[in-house]
C-alpha cells in the first residue's frame, strides 16, 4: 500500500468546477510498477484531480484508465496521447446495439441507421 486517504474532493475540471465529490476512503496500491487508486465511494473518473488528491499526478503515467461514460475527455485531452473507449458490459455498455431494446419505437438513433 502507498498511500490511505480520502475524503471530500473539490474538482477543478471546467465543467464541475468546485463541485464536492465525499470519495471516502481511498488508497493508493501498488503492484509492480502499476498503481491503483481505490474508492469507497462511487466516483466518475471525470476529473484527473482525484488522482492529485490522493498523491498522483496523471501527466505522469504512460497509461491512465478512468470508468467515465461522458465528460472525461475536456479534462483529460490536452495531456492524453491517445483515448481509447472500451466496450464493456453492464447496465449502460458503451455500445448501445448490446442492449434489447423490446419495447422502443423504430427506427431509434443510433441503432438503426
Known amino acids: 500500500m502507498r498511500k490511505v486517504g480520502g475524503g471530500v474532493l473539490i474538482t ?5 468546477k468546485d463541485t464536492e465529490d465525499n470519495i471516502g476512503k481511498a488508497a ?3 503492484v ?3 498503481q491503483i487508486l ?3 465511494n462511487r466516483y466518475v473518473g471525470h476529473d484527473p484531480e482525484l488522482f492529485r488528491f490522493m498523491g498522483l499526478e496523471p501527466k505522469d503515467a504512460k497509461i491512465v484508465v478512468v470508468k467515465s461514460p461522458v465528460g472525461f475527455r475536456a479534462p483529460y485531452e490536452p495531456f492524453a ?4 473507449i472500451l466496450d ?4 449502460s455498455p458503451s455500445n448501445l446495439k448490446q442492449l ?3 419495447r ?3 427506427p431509434l438513433f443510433p441503432l438503426d441507421q
Open 12 to 16: 477543478k475540471s471546467e465543467n464541475w
Open 28 to 30: 493508493v496500491l501498488q
Open 32 to 34: 509492480g510498477k502499476i
Open 38 to 40: 481505490l474508492t469507497e
Open 81 to 84: 496521447k491517445t483515448i481509447f
Open 88 to 91: 464493456t458490459p453492464g447496465a
Open 100 to 102: 434489447e431494446f423490446r
Open 104 to 106: 422502443a419505437p423504430r
